[in-house]
């Protein structure tokens, strides 16, 4: 049972970098979810997806790109990575929910930015 | 507008020894709460939600929480804590809005033998 699966676990970036990180979920959920987790701060949503092919800004969307051209797959990307951005990105998934369904999270991603 | 506090950053329990973590919430339409896990270099799991009815809802592990609508909290309970138990706990709250979270800061709960 895969559930979410993200890759890379670990990344170190130059500032001025850029990168993708991938989010794969084999539960035919449609709605997916990136997070980043800061100490202190617990998680904040950056973006979210209801749909194939569709997206929208979470609580901290800025410097960050997102995109779901496969039901299954959620890409975040950053175009120029800045130190700010050092922290743990977790994606989730769940289905389609007024709000009662739980989400299914990965192990996430370590993201340094030298 | 919704927000979430986690009472304390941190909480050190001896092995055996009950515990509690306090979660208090604000919002401006009815929610649904949940209490999700975080071991060490791992992702969140579900530990136990509330969406409706009792108000006392009981989780894995052996954890329990209650609603409490009128002071707004959803405090988590374990009568007896092992080491195993040692993780980062998460409160986190969602509206009716595509099913987004809000978490609060996390709670380090270290079990002592």
């Known amino acids: 049972n895969a559930g979410v699966t993200q890759t890379p676990k670990f990344r170190v970036l130059k500032t001025g970098q850029s990168m993708t990180l991938l989010c794969a979920q084999d539960?035919?959920?449609?709605?997916m979810y990136w997070y980043r987790q800061d100490p202190g701060m617990g998680l904040r949503l950056i973006h979210y997806?209801?749909?194939?092919?569709?997206?929208a800004k979470g609580e901290v969307p800025d410097g960050y790109n997102v995109s779901r051209l496969k039901k299954q797959n959620f890409l975040l990307g950053l175009e120029s990575a800045a130190p700010s951005q050092t922290s743990v990105y977790f994606c989730?998934?769940?289905?389609?929910?007024?709000?009662?369904?739980?989400?299914?999270f990965g192990d996430g991603t370590r993201l340094s930015i030298l | 507008a919704q927000s979430v506090t986690q009472l304390d950053s941190q909480v050190p329990v001896f092995e055996e020894a009950p515990v509690e973590l306090r979660c208090n919430y604000s919002?401006?339409?009815?929610?649904?709460l949940f209490w999700y896990v975080q071991y060490p270099n791992q992702g969140l799991q579900l530990l136990l939600k509330?969406?409706?009815?009792?108000?006392l809802v009981k989780g894995i592990n052996g954890f329990e929480a209650e609603f409490n609508k009128s002071q707004t909290s959803f405090h988590l309970r374990k009568p007896s804590v092992h080491i195993s138990d040692t993780a980062e706990y998460f409160c986190?709250?969602?509206?009716?809005?595509?099913?987004?979270?809000?978490f609060g800061q996390g709670t380090i709960l270290t079990v002592h033998p």
């Open positions: 539960m035919n959920h449609e709605y």
């Open positions: 919002s401006s339409v009815s929610v649904y």
């Open positions: 989730a998934s769940s289905y389609r929910t007024g709000g009662n369904q739980p989400q299914h």
């Open positions: 986190a709250v969602s509206g009716t809005s595509y099913g987004k979270l809000t």
């Open positions: 509330y969406l409706s009815g009792s108000t």
């Open positions: 997806s209801v749909g194939e092919g569709t997206t």
